[in-house]
């Protein structure tokens, strides 16, 4: 069944142990990033938990992070599936999209606040990275729009810059992303564009918001959901939002105004340039009562924006070169290292010596934009496993034969190792990288290992408490 909101949500989360409490007030200036940057670094990922930070200095509602992507157990729980499921979760939604029902009511609209009384400071935004950042962040927004041609409605995550009691500055990566269409067809009429900001919802609203998704996001939402999303009409425009949404902030983006933006702490774990961008004039904002602000935590890797992102992308890797291209693939990995974007690595049985190339090419037809390192290794090695990995790639690769580079392929978005005179552009299709494949595979047959017989080592295992060491054996083993 479906979560009907973020709470039903949360206290799913509470039942399996993966949504911590903080009850120390924190500072949304600094605290609350600093907080979820060490809870990131220091708890492993199948420990790891979404936090709420329950008293959040001046002001007066909770704050949770992590929600979706506090690990790829905890996306699957977001998704109601297990991490094996979660491609043909997606798969199955897409295709089979089920849209959204209006109602006339929802809790929604429990709080109705316009023109005037609206300041949006009042929602508790965070720093994201201080002494950078300039300003207080909406991380995780779903902004709805539509195509003023077509009347197609989109959702899509663009971060928001906090600039006034009424004002955000809005982000969009690059020219493709949805609304950024919709507002360039509004304005060459020298018409604003409505939108709308849904802010704490059931998972499947922010996930396929921040989803590659064709068609209408709600639909999806909906598919995933496997019953439809209900949606209320906007106090301002014809714009429908979740019934159930925690916050809707509604506005307009202003015709030909362009205002700096940035710079912002990025997903690869530098700062992204400020540029000059729109902005959004906010006209009313709809609430429950009690409402729960949910905000994304991305930055430096590992974080939830690049769980969200990798998690993803390895299972949709997987499923293409497993079932579509049928390659005897055991895993496929984009690295957390990597913003879930730059490092990708896949471990498969090597039947024939062209294969590991193979694998290469296919994940680059993919997807060209990601993977600036791909490694294949042999089936044996887990390359979730850092170690793993890079011993294969110190003893079973001769660079000059075994490691190639390739120019003038698509670059991975805000790769900050690009010329710097790409900063503060849009992401151009047209700026160009390379990419280095790693076949990382043995190519001849290799000497026997240097290590017990795995006999041996299992009843080490079994009588460990008999040789009297301290540390358990709860680590996962090397072999
Ligand atoms: C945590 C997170 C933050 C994101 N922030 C932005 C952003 O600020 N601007 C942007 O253009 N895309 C951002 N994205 C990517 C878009 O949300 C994503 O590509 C989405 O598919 C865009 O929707 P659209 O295809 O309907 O335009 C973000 C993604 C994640 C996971
Ligand atoms: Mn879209």
């Not at 798969?91 to 949006?120: C, E, F, H, L, W």
């Not at 998972?203 to 019953?227: C, M």
């Not at 005897?328 to 879930?340: C, I, M, S, W």
Request: proline letters at 8%; a negative charge.
């Amino acid at each position: 069944m479906a979560y009907r909101d973020l709470r039903e949500y949360l206290k799913v989360l509470d039942e399996r142990g993966k949504l911590h409490h903080v009850k120390k007030e924190v500072d949304p200036e600094w605290e609350v990033a600093a907080v979820m940057r060490r809870v990131f670094q220091r708890i492993p990922p199948d420990q790891r938990p979404a936090v709420m930070f329950e008293r959040i200095k001046g002001h007066g509602m909770p704050l949770v992070a992590g929600v979706l992507g506090a690990s790829p157990e905890v996306y699957a729980l977001a998704l109601e599936t297990t991490v094996d499921q979660i491609a043909d979760k997606w798969s199955r939604a897409q295709t089979n999209p089920i849209p959204p029902v209006r109602v006339k009511a929802g809790p929604v609209k429990d709080n109705i606040v316009k023109d005037d009384r609206v300041d949006v400071s009042q929602l508790p935004l965070c720093v994201w990275t201080r002494g950078q950042d300039p300003a207080p962040y909406v991380t995780g927004p779903c902004v709805v729009s539509r195509d003023p041609e077509t009347g197609e409605r989109n959702m899509g995550t663009y971060r928001l810059m906090l600039k006034g009691k009424r004002r955000f500055g809005i982000y969009f990566t690059n020219t493709w992303r949805h609304m950024y269409v919709h507002v360039m067809k509004n304005e060459k009429q020298g018409r604003p564009t409505p939108c709308a900001v849904v802010l704490g919802c059931d998972p499947t609203v922010p996930l396929t918001s921040v989803a590659r998704v064709q068609g209408d996001e709600y639909g999806v939402a909906g598919g995933l959901r496997g019953i439809p999303l209900e949606v209320v009409k906007c106090e301002t425009s014809d714009l429908e939002v979740p019934a159930h949404a925690e916050i809707v902030i509604e506005g307009v983006v202003p015709c030909g105004v362009r205002e700096p933006e940035g710079p912002f702490g990025e997903y690869t774990g530098y700062m992204g340039a400020a540029a000059p961008s729109f902005v959004i004039d906010v006209t009313c904002v709809t609430h429950r009562s009690n409402p729960v602000y949910q905000a994304f935590f991305s930055q430096m890797p590992p974080s939830e924006s690049s769980c969200i992102r990798g998690t993803g992308r390895d299972v949709a890797f997987y499923k293409h070169m497993a079932r579509d291209l049928k390659l005897p693939v055991r895993d496929v990995h984009l690295l957390e290292a990597g913003g879930g974007a730059a490092f990708l690595a896949i471990s498969l049985r090597r039947d024939h010596p062209g294969l590991p190339h193979r694998a290469m090419w296919a994940a680059w037809a993919y997807e060209p934009s990601l993977s600036k390192f791909v490694v294949v290794v042999d089936e044996d090695i887990d390359i979730r496993d850092h170690f793993q990995l890079l011993w294969a790639m110190s003893w079973h690769v001769q660079p000059d034969q075994d490691i190639h580079i390739y120019r003038n392929t698509a670059a991975t978005a805000l790769d900050p190792s690009l010329a710097q005179e790409h900063d503060g552009e849009f992401e151009r299709a047209d700026i160009l990288s390379s990419k280095v494949g790693i076949d990382a595979t043995r190519k001849h047959k290799f000497p026997a290992r240097s290590i017990p017989p795995k006999e041996d080592l299992d009843k080490i295992d079994a009588d460990w408490n008999e040789y009297g060491f301290q540390s358990s054996l709860t680590q996962r083993s090397k072999e």
